[in-house]
């Protein structure tokens, strides 16, 4: 299951970037749910695990892939941590949604992120204990907590 945490969050990665160019393992990007991913996100291929074809930027080290992707293979490989998912546009909210499909993961955001209006899910909000199964539950107890934020 997805679980979120709004606001700060003690214990959670905010430096996604650092913390994947100093933890990632090459054969994360070598399962075929890595290269959707990718494929979808940055629009690359994976030719090996450690180098990625961009239609942009040519061939490219993983560490060059976009900060959202380098999140979603964070949570993917290491679902005990918790990283900080504002790093990732909207455009990744069907995988996050995915991996708490298959695994338990709990994610840090700082930003209202858009699950899709007509997308049903299951998140558990870690600041409440509530669940959620759709954006109209999500948003006002997203907004209460995000609005606490500002305030502090």
Same mark, same amino acid.
């Given at each position: ?18 913390? =994947?160019? @100093? ?7 070598? &399962? ?13 291929? %994976? ?11 040519? !061939? ?8 959202? &992707?380098? /999140?979603?293979l964070l ?7 918790? =990283? @900080?998912?504002?790093?990732?546009? +909207? @455009? ?7 991996i708490g499909?298959? !695994? +338990? %993961? /709990? ?5 209202l992120?858009? =699950? ?15 669940? %959620? ?7 006002p ?5 995000? !609005?606490?934020?500002? !305030?502090?």
């Amino acid at each position: 299951m997805l679980t979120v945490i709004y606001g700060d969050a003690s214990g959670s990665i905010y430096n996604t970037s650092v913390y =994947f160019k @100093n933890t990632y393992e090459p054969e994360w990007l070598e &399962t075929e749910l890595a290269k959707k991913i990718i494929r979808d996100i940055d629009s690359s291929e %994976v030719l090996s695990g450690e180098c990625i074809s961009s239609p942009v930027l040519g !061939q490219i080290p993983p560490e060059r892939l976009s900060g959202g &992707t380098k /999140t979603l293979l964070l949570m993917l490989n290491e679902p005990d941590k918790i =990283f @900080n998912a504002s790093t990732c546009g +909207d @455009n990744c909210a069907k995988w996050i949604l995915e991996i708490g499909k298959r !695994q +338990d %993961v /709990t994610i840090n955001l700082r930003h209202l992120m858009g =699950f899709g209006k007509d997308t049903e899910f299951e998140i558990r909000i870690e600041n409440s204990g509530e669940i %959620v199964h759709s954006m109209k539950e999500l948003i006002p107890i997203a907004s209460r907590y995000l !609005q606490e934020m500002k !305030q502090e």
